[in-house]
């Protein structure tokens, strides 16, 4: 959930506030870095607990089939539309890569975990990875104003609402106030 929270709160950040426009047109060599290298973070940590519930799915149990199934289905949804051709090649990415990236982001030693922004900024052999160039060069065409993914980005942003209001309908985890939903145009 974490993952999809911080992800959608990204997309909302450059579609809604400027933050490309903020951190890199307008930033310095180390805030340019970040929001370059954050952002392709953020799919990638997304990217790897998906592939975590992919592996774990069938042993998953939200003590009902009904939401269990959905939950898939919202899922499915947010993997198609990072790899349908219907938006563009910006920020494209196939079935195949996007279970590699998150197959790359996850530690299994002693359960689970994705590894953290600091172990990826260190391991070099991820920015080598032809994967992760393709998205690092997405997003930086985006920051620069040379690539245009809004639509995408758009209903992204709005499908990983709809991941977190199934996960957390109450809002327990993340209050409602942080799941703005944009409106695609």
Not at 58 to 75: C, E, G, M, P, Y
Request: proline share 2%; aromatic share 10%.
């Amino acid at each position: 959930m974490q993952a999809a929270a911080d992800l959608q709160s990204r997309l909302y950040n450059i579609l809604a506030r400027g933050f490309f426009e903020a951190f890199y047109v307008h930033g310095d060599e180390r805030e340019r870095a970040y929001a370059v290298n954050n952002t392709v973070y953020l799919f990638a940590q997304y990217f790897a607990w998906v592939e975590a519930v992919r592996e774990e799915i069938q042993f998953i149990d939200l003590k009902d089939n009904v939401k269990t199934r959905d939950l898939s289905r919202k899922l499915g949804g947010i993997y198609s539309l990072m790899q349908t051709n219907d938006y563009g090649k910006t920020l494209r990415v196939f079935a195949g890569e996007q279970r590699a990236m998150g197959e790359r982001m996850l530690l299994v030693a002693d359960g689970r975990r994705c590894i953290g922004y600091g172990e990826f900024l260190n391991k070099s052999s991820l920015s080598d990875d032809p994967l992760f160039q393709h998205l690092i060069a997405d997003v930086t065409s985006l920051a620069e104003g040379k690539a245009e993914a809004r639509q995408r980005m758009l209903k992204l942003q709005s499908a990983l609402i709809g991941l977190l209001n199934e996960m957390d309908p109450d809002c327990i985890r993340f209050p409602a106030a942080e799941r703005s939903r944009l409106l695609a145009d």
